[in-house]
């Protein structure tokens, strides 16, 4: 089988995963359960982030970062124990693909942020609200896919 043949068969794979997880109640609890974290982890996130720029004064990329640190650390520790319940897999291993999967959705976000106020020219909370929800699917199908498989 060539490369693309094997591509193209984890694809086929993948999506008969998901439509076989979209058929069952537990998989839309789960993701009830993450999206109350993320909400939570939004609010941190966008406090962190006006704290940062309005009290601190930081460039709003910072702030950004900031508050991408803080809202991660809560997220990972609200998801493990309560959306995916722990798993046997090592903790320290989650935290790393945690954090792997959130630095993807962050590294989008912030390009997305940037983009929204520069030549945007929306209000940098605005812009921030708007780019951490579009980066919010990534997370969720990270999360659950990899990190908490």
């Given at each position: 089988?060539?490369?693309?043949e ?88 989650q ?52 990190t908490?498989?």
């Amino acid at each position: 089988m060539s490369s693309s043949e094997t591509a193209v068969a984890r694809g086929g794979a993948l999506v008969t995963r998901v439509r076989r997880g979209v058929r069952h109640p537990a998989n839309w609890l789960q993701l009830a359960r993450f999206s109350a974290v993320g909400a939570t982890g939004y609010v941190v996130n966008l406090a962190t982030f006006t704290l940062c720029l309005k009290q601190l004064g930081l460039d709003y990329r910072l702030a950004a970062t900031a508050a991408f640190l803080v809202a991660v650390t809560s997220n990972f520790v609200w998801n493990r124990r309560w959306t995916f319940e722990p798993s046997p897999r090592a903790r320290h291993m989650q935290a790393l693909r945690f954090f792997a999967v959130s630095a993807a959705a962050f590294a989008f976000s912030v390009a997305l942020l940037q983009l929204l106020v520069e030549p945007g020219g929306l209000p940098h909370v605005l812009a921030q609200a708007l780019s951490v929800a579009a980066a919010t699917p990534v997370t969720f199908a990270g999360n659950k896919l990899w990190t908490f498989a």
